[in-house]
């Protein structure tokens, strides 16, 4: 797995992962959104457009940064999963409790997606 993070002029962040995020994977994301949210108030869109594989772990860093960033009053929306991670996101019910947007544009801009 790899993650890039690019911050933007208006305080936001882009974390980009790539490949599988699983056991083995899922500490470098959790290390790398941890640091992300020490911020004031964290605002990271989670670009998921290269994630081949997520497993229970991958999808537990999700809702953790997600409960962290909205307990100080920011946010982390989830952006451009493949059909089969947007699947999974609905199987289990984080669909409709994470943010999730087609695509990184719009989860940057808070436009509402599928």
């Known amino acids: 797995m790899h993650v890039s993070v690019i911050g933007n002029p208006d305080d936001s962040v882009v974390v980009t992962v790539r490949g599988n995020l699983d056991l083995d994977s899922a500490p470098v994301l959790d290390t790398t959104l941890g640091q992300v949210l020490d911020r004031p108030v964290p605002r990271i869109v989670v670009d998921l457009a290269g994630v081949e594989f997520c ?18 009053g920011g946010w982390v929306r989830l952006a451009s999963p493949s059909e089969w991670l947007h699947g999974l996101l609905q199987t289990v019910g984080l669909a409709d409790a994470l943010q999730v947007y087609p695509t990184v544009a719009d989860a940057l801009a808070g436009v509402p997606g599928r």
């Open 55 to 72: 497993d229970s772990t991958g999808l537990s860093s999700f809702v953790l940064a997600h409960n962290r960033a909205r307990a100080v």
